[in-house]
């Protein structure tokens, strides 16, 4: 069942995702070659806890046969898609490293991802990355009142595909409010005008899962780690989006980390879909 927000419960919402964007912004600052991803996740722990909510993941269960999701926030490197897990693995030059973050705030949550280049990126992936974030624009433009899921999925899926790229279906944007993980689903593909109406009010996480080969993904063997099948590198991003009339209204923020980070041609005016 879709909950549709109060402009109370949405203005809570906001300030759950403008801490994530902070506390992302904060990890950016230590993302080089040299860390470790367990290092960026103490950051993140403290930066949440320190600022009144807790960490989101840390703990989550998926399901009764996959043990609790032990980090602050999700690492993925190079070809691990999403849901990585931080550990002694230690920063190269040239890695794309995704990083998923969650909070808990006022029982509300936050969620936002976003892609970090370690150093100097390739050219190919520089622009895989580049393509899966135009993505997430693309989609969240779709975002609006009387559209449908698959008018979001859509966006995504042409806009990647016609650059050669594949996109990942077996995992999916999401609902969100008090829980993480609420309905409806939003793919990041699909057809115009199918799949589930949008109306004022829903609050919803798009994000792009986009991968330099296939699209086909596989978990390992600990359950969390989602890696493309071809060894392929892949990127991720995600906003949080309140569905409007006329135009979507973005609750998350790359501000902060396009702050820290050198991507000069992209500025938070075109992130949140102006």
Same mark, same amino acid.
């Given at each position: 069942?879709?909950?549709?927000?109060?402009?109370?419960?949405?203005?809570? %919402?906001?300030?759950?995702?403008?801490?994530?964007?902070?506390?992302?912004?904060?990890?950016?600052?230590?993302?080089?070659?040299?860390?470790? &991803?367990?290092?960026?996740?103490?950051?993140? @722990? /403290?930066?949440?806890?320190?600022?009144?909510? @807790?960490?989101?993941?840390?703990?989550?269960?998926?399901?009764?046969?996959?043990?609790?999701?032990?980090? &602050?926030?999700?690492?993925?490197?190079?070809?691990?898609?999403?849901?990585?897990?931080?550990?002694?693995?230690?920063?190269?030059?040239?890695?794309?490293?995704? !990083?998923?973050?969650?909070?808990?705030?006022?029982?509300?949550?936050?969620?936002?991802?976003?892609?970090?280049?370690?150093?100097?990126?390739?050219?190919?992936?520089?622009?895989?990355?580049?393509?899966?974030?135009?993505?997430?624009?693309?989609?969240?433009?779709?975002? !609006?009142?009387?559209?449908?899921?698959?008018?979001?999925?859509?966006?995504?899926? &042409?806009?990647?595909?016609?650059?050669?790229?594949?996109?990942?279906?077996?995992?999916?944007?999401?609902?969100?409010?008090?829980?993480?993980? @609420?309905?409806?689903?939003?793919?990041?593909?699909?057809?115009?005008?199918?799949?589930?109406?949008?109306?004022?009010?829903?609050? !919803?996480?798009?994000?792009?899962?986009?991968?330099?080969?296939?699209?086909?993904?596989?978990?390992?063997?600990?359950?969390?780690?989602?890696?493309?099948?071809?060894?392929?590198?892949?990127?991720?991003?995600?906003? %949080?989006?309140?569905?409007?009339?006329?135009?979507? /209204?973005?609750?998350?923020?790359?501000?902060?980390? /396009? /702050?820290?980070?050198?991507?000069?041609?992209?500025?938070?005016?075109?992130?949140?879909?102006?």
């Amino acid at each position: 069942m879709v909950h549709l927000k109060s402009q109370r419960e949405i203005d809570l %919402m906001r300030e759950s995702a403008d801490l994530v964007g902070r506390t992302l912004a904060e990890v950016a600052r230590h993302v080089q070659p040299g860390a470790t &991803t367990l290092e960026l996740d103490a950051v993140a @722990e /403290e930066f949440i806890r320190s600022h009144g909510a @807790e960490p989101l993941f840390k703990g989550h269960r998926a399901s009764r046969n996959i043990p609790p999701f032990p980090g &602050t926030l999700c690492t993925s490197v190079n070809d691990e898609v999403v849901h990585g897990i931080p550990g002694g693995y230690v920063l190269q030059e040239g890695d794309v490293l995704s !990083i998923d973050c969650g909070v808990h705030l006022n029982g509300y949550v936050g969620d936002s991802a976003y892609t970090f280049p370690v150093g100097e990126l390739s050219e190919a992936d520089r622009q895989l990355c580049d393509a899966t974030y135009q993505s997430l624009l693309e989609g969240v433009r779709q975002a !609006i009142h009387g559209n449908r899921v698959g008018d979001i999925g859509y966006a995504v899926q &042409t806009y990647c595909e016609q650059r050669g790229y594949g996109v990942v279906r077996d995992l999916v944007g999401h609902g969100v409010g008090r829980k993480l993980w @609420e309905e409806p689903q939003v793919p990041n593909y699909g057809r115009p005008g199918k799949g589930k109406k949008l109306k004022e009010g829903m609050t !919803i996480c798009i994000e792009p899962m986009i991968n330099r080969g296939t699209h086909e993904v596989a978990a390992d063997d600990d359950g969390w780690t989602v890696r493309t099948t071809d060894g392929g590198i892949s990127a991720h991003y995600e906003h %949080m989006v309140v569905i409007r009339r006329g135009a979507p /209204e973005v609750l998350s923020t790359f501000h902060y980390i /396009e /702050e820290v980070i050198d991507v000069p041609y992209r500025r938070e005016a075109i992130a949140e879909g102006s």
